[in-house]
């Protein structure tokens, strides 16, 4: 068997770590050969609740699961980590939107940011998913210099997902059956869900979503609104944000960041950008990406851009560019 992986999560005593954690230690993420360390971090209060949580995954008896760690400290929590999965930071509430988190969550993730300057593998890949999700990955790479920037990603994969959900259920096939549904720009409201390249198998035969759907009035309006709007939607109907969903999307989004994806098919992740689609170089942006089964990513490139979504990418492209200076900002102060 392979040396075990050491895989952190933050926000361990939170809620969707109590969804993730289990899925993560049974193997869904790495694979049934894997074993692994976990590493559980969150903040001193709540160091009681943690240790509940590290009972409970003792008495799953998981066979991959050989150690897990709980830590209030930061800098022993993060020595010689593999794999960091950044959930661990305030939730939205009712009537909110995710950047009005960044005054209170940015400065945890500079904090993250040095620790793993310092002490994670310098291969270590890392996934925020705390809201400002992108903007926090951000700053977590900025305070990181020593480390490849394109080890920084933040969550879109939850988004990804509920559009694909919201087609399948319109079209009455699986979920499975639809796919390359792009989420492009900010983990917010401004985000662009894009079904312009997605494709579903119906009836054993693969045609665009838009030919299938035949409803753009419905793809360009209620459908993007939706998703968007989604996040908030659960908010109002279960007063705590999303954790089920969201622990899926995590292990959907790192287990096909570490095995690929197969030819043809691309995922969503908010990545750092090299420029592709002329989006500013360096903003953590939601792109259309290749996994490869080596871990690494590359983001897809020359898709076609009409007029309605090129309106869509800059809108979202410009709330991540003010984000952005909000965040430094904070950091600086
Ligand atoms: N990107 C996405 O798709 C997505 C989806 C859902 C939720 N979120 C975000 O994920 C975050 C966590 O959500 P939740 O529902 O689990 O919240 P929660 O309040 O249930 O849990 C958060 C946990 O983080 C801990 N924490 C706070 N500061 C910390 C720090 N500096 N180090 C370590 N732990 C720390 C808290 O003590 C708490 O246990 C929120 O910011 C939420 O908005 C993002
Ligand atoms: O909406 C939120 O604040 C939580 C999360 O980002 C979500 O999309 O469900």
């Not at 310098?122 to 490849?148: D, E, L, M, R």
């Not at 969550?155 to 997902?161: E, G, I, P």
């Not at 691309?266 to 950008?273: E, F, H, I, N, R």
Request: hydrophobic share 40%; proline share 5%; with cysteine.
């Amino acid at each position: 068997m392979a040396e075990p992986l050491r895989v952190l999560v933050t926000g361990a005593a939170g809620q969707i770590a109590y969804s993730l954690l289990y899925s993560v230690a049974k193997g869904d993420v790495f694979g049934p050969n894997q074993p692994i360390i976990l590493v559980l971090l969150d903040i001193q209060p709540m160091l009681g609740v943690l240790e509940g949580v590290v009972m409970e995954m003792m008495d799953c008896a998981l066979p991959l699961l050989r150690e897990v760690i709980p830590s209030v400290n930061e800098m022993e929590a993060f020595k010689d980590v593999d794999v960091a999965m950044l959930v661990g930071a305030m939730p939205r509430r009712e009537g909110m939107e995710r950047k009005d988190l960044l005054a209170a969550n940015v400065k945890i993730f500079k904090s993250m940011g040095n620790a793993i300057d310092t002490q994670a593998k310098k291969n270590i890949k890392v996934v925020v998913v705390g809201n400002p999700a992108n903007t926090n990955a951000y700053i977590c790479k900025k305070y990181a210099p020593s480390i490849n920037p394109a080890n920084f990603t933040a969550l879109t994969r939850l988004d990804q997902n509920r559009a694909q959900a919201q087609i399948a259920a319109k079209l009455g096939v699986s979920n499975s059956s639809v796919k390359n549904c792009v989420i492009w720009g900010n983990h917010s409201s401004t985000q662009y869900p894009d079904v312009n390249q997605a494709v579903v198998d119906l009836n054993g035969k693969s045609m665009p979503v838009r030919e299938a759907v035949k409803d753009d009035n419905w793809l360009n309006n209620d459908f993007i609104k939706t998703v968007q709007q989604r996040g908030a939607a659960v908010i109002k109907a279960r007063k705590l944000s999303s954790a089920m969903s969201a622990a899926k999307a995590i292990v959907d989004h790192v287990r096909d960041w570490w095995n690929g994806v197969p030819d043809g098919t691309y995922v969503s992740m908010a990545v750092p950008s090299d420029g592709s689609y002329n989006i500013e170089e360096g903003l953590i942006y939601s792109f259309p990406v290749r996994t490869k089964p080596d871990h690494t990513y590359e983001i897809v490139k020359g898709l076609t851009i009409n007029d309605f979504s090129r309106e869509k990418m800059d809108a979202t492209e410009k709330e991540l560019s003010e984000e952005k200076n909000m965040a430094l900002s904070v950091c600086e102060s």
